[in-house]
């Protein structure tokens, strides 16, 4: 069974950098797939934050790519996003998910439980 | 355009049929996938593909697509499927991945 479990500080000041990191268990991240970001600001909708394919591929939202850096880590099996300068409105429950494409279609089969990020000081 | 639009929200009456829509011009080109999602608990994919259900998602879930509109449609309707509703599906580009806003489902 795929888990996938976010980790990291559920405070981040202003202007800082969010960083968290999504481990996997039962899949080894270098057989495949894509593996990506999702956020959810409270009582809105998902936005797609981007995706990172094992070899190191990485495809962003054009309306976070300059803050974003998705990363990998086979060697512990986990992948990991960085948001820069931050604001209140960077405040969400991050998701991570593994990802699935194909010719016309794409889906994210699994997905982590979440966790809350606030900006504040 | 890389929007998805979604209805915000929709009611259906115990054990009828309803149908949540999907609409955005990559939708010509590519298959929407979809989330149902309860309060404080992750999304949960129901649709992919043509017209694919993971396993355990009961059968009353089906997805389908015609020009830029896909559809979850949800025949016989359970109160336990009272939930946010999530399409999703690649770009115009075929690189990146957009959401609809959502369409929050009520069985009356």
């Known amino acids: 069974q795929v888990q996938l479990q976010e980790s990291g500080p559920g405070l981040v000041k202003p202007s800082e950098t969010l960083s968290l990191t999504c481990a996997v268990s039962?899949?080894?991240?270098?057989?495949?797939?894509?593996w990506g970001w999702i956020r959810q600001p409270p009582g809105k909708g998902l936005e797609w934050i981007g995706s990172i394919y094992h070899s190191g591929s990485t495809y962003y939202n054009p309306s976070l790519k300059s803050r974003v850096t998705i990363s990998v880590d086979t060697s512990k099996n986990q992948f990991s996003l960085k948001l820069s300068s931050v604001t209140a409105a960077d405040t969400a429950v991050y998701y991570c998910a593994r990802d699935r494409t194909g010719y016309d279609w794409a889906f994210s089969d699994y997905w982590g439980q979440g966790t809350l990020v606030t900006v504040s000081s | 355009s890389s929007e998805l639009t979604q209805d915000p929200a929709v009611s259906v009456a115990l054990g009828q049929t309803v149908r949540i829509t999907c609409q955005g011009d990559?939708?010509?080109?590519?298959?929407a996938s979809w989330y149902q999602q309860k309060p404080g608990q992750a999304p949960v994919l129901v649709i992919y593909?043509?017209?694919n259900r993971p396993s355990g998602i009961p059968d009353r879930f089906s997805g389908s697509s015609s020009g830029n509109t896909a559809s979850l449609t949800i025949t016989g309707a359970q109160a336990e499927d009272e939930a946010d509703y999530y399409c999703?599906?690649?770009?115009?580009?075929?690189?990146?991945?957009?959401f609809g806003g959502g369409t929050k489902l009520t069985v009356l």
């Open positions: 593909g043509k017209n």
């Open positions: 999703n599906s690649r770009d115009s580009s075929g690189n990146l991945r957009v």
């Open positions: 039962g899949y080894s991240i270098s057989s495949g797939y894509y």
């Open positions: 990559s939708l010509r080109s590519y298959y």
